[in-house]
């Protein structure tokens, strides 16, 4: 007897065989009436499978179909719609459908415009290249920092007396006395910026011209390259054919020695125009300077500066502002921020606010317009000595009449920015509300300049014969280093920086025991002193006094004379501690191989300082400038008795203390 369930099993299976065949009939059929475009016979149109082909636009319809066909449930309309993200192709979403034939509606999308299947050829996504240095650098930057000038380092242009070779716009007198002075010829920073300053707006060069406001100016050159010329001279220039005495010429410094050195430079080529100099620093009382200033005799007439050209530090510039009475910026024609980085600082800031907000004030060349006229108001008139004369519309009897001298003016004060180390951080230069600001940079320009070329690029460049030397050492052999450096190497006519004015003491009292117990040292004793912010002001002028008259043959300082400082004959600049930055070092080996004369660096890194120094350099594209020193310990063999003697001696000495 037949098994039940083997029998329903087998019955089971014929229909299934008839299902598939009649299937199979079907899709014949239809495939026939798609290449015809007619129904098969029975069969209606409401089945959405029989969509003629050009019925089934977009893969969104497809979706649609989906679900009104019933086969989509919830499930698969979602997942539909998620494939449909990666892939959207409409066959491909037809194949996921298990169940529906897949011939069946891959037929039914044969004649599908191209157009659409032109969709899943949209390119894949690609990473941008990194942006260049350069256009990081641009980044913040404003048009005039890209538009920098780049001035070659070796074109110089020669002095000649006679009238037709005058291409720096100086006067006869001014060459004459520079030809005096053993100037033979412009430095390249000098001719970029005299011309620029001096070249007339129209035919003649007026001190004021309020229609034609002069441009400002930043200036980038290598230490040493002349830049205090390069102001100094077009001030000279121009301030000579002033009428009376007023204060048109502001020049700050950060340091006091800086100030008289720029005092000594202005007096020296300004010599003969009868121009008259003043410095205000803090070294002599506040009613001397005060004296120096100001006077009172002439108020009325508005007469009251005794200086054409005032040299000052900060901070005692904002006193005079807050604390002379009869003290002015408003006749301002040039405001010198020389070392500019150092006092954009934030430690310095505050003197920048106070005094632009007196200088920036815009003036009316007469009156207020709301004011009556009653004869000049010559406190209110800086363009006295301009070719603006005084006419009788001043009267009262004019007092309606109004021109365009009533006009608010623009200050015809122009900021002149000196540094090697010229700050590319657009905020603080933007600080200074600078007026269509022209840079200038001096700096090599090699063929085949890279990105660390680029005007704005974070490159400071150096003076052009400078030797640059590196040794590392162990920080306890330091000491013995530079006593061997200056006995066997003949490093003197040396500046040894070090980094406060604590081991400045301790490092001299070393190096003078090191003198008296060396044996190697002979006769030839060096003189070392040291200079630093713990000495009274009247010692450091005198030490640095003897040390420019070579009384000194090593001078061991902080960092208070690494900016500015000109001494000719320095030969050795020894970083005796590491600069903690690119823009000290820069200062720091400027103080040697200026105006074009050879020095050497050389600086001392303690062996886990190593890798710092290393990238410091590198980051500022000048590490393959400095070659690598060795010192063995047999170099230093005939100094290490002493040095250990003077060890004792110096902590003898400062226990006893
Ligand atoms: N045209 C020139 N001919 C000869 N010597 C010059 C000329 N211009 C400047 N000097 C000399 O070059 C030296 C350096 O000049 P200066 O002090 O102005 O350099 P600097 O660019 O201001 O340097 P730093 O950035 O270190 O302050 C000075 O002794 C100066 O007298």
Redesign the pocket.
Known sequence: MADPQQACLKAKTKAKKRYLKAKKERRKQRKNTARDGTLPEGETSDNPEDVPPEKTPTVINLTQQAEQSGFGTEGTIKKTKKRKLHRSIPGDFLEDQQSKPVEEVKSSLVDEPKSHRALPQFPLPTRPDAPSKIELALQGLNRAQIEAELVDPNSTLPIHLDADHNQSFLGLKTRKRLIEL??????A??TAIIPFLLRPVHKYTSLYDPYHPPRDMCVE??????????YALPIIELLSTRVVTRLRALIVLPTRDLVT?VRE?LEMTGRGRGLKIGTVTGQHSFPHEQAQLVTDEEWRTGRTSKVDILVCTPGRLIDHIDGTPLFTLRDLRFLVI??ADKLLDKSFQDWLTKVLAVIQRPYHLYLPPTTPRRGFHLLENPSADSGVTASPISHESYSEFRTDYDEPKHSPCQKLL???TLTSDPGKIASLGLRDPKYFIVRETATGATDSHHPVSKNFSMPANLTERMIVCDPSRKPLILFYLVHVRQVDNALVFTKSAESTARLVKLLELLEENSLMTGPEKFTIRSYSSDLPPSERKSILEQFREKKIDVLVCSDLIS????I?HVAHVVSYDVPIDIRKYV?RV??TA??GRHGEAWTLVEEQEARYFKTMMKDAGHFHHVKKLRISDKELFPFTAAYDISLLRLKEFYWSQ
Not at 182 to 187: A, I
Not at 221 to 229: E, F, V, Y
């Open positions: 053993g100037v033979n010829e412009l430095f920073v000098q050159a290598p230490t040493g390259s002349g830049k205090t010329l390069a050195q430079v020389d070392e000196f540094s090697a900016r500015g400082l000109d000719s200062h400027g103080r200026r105006a």
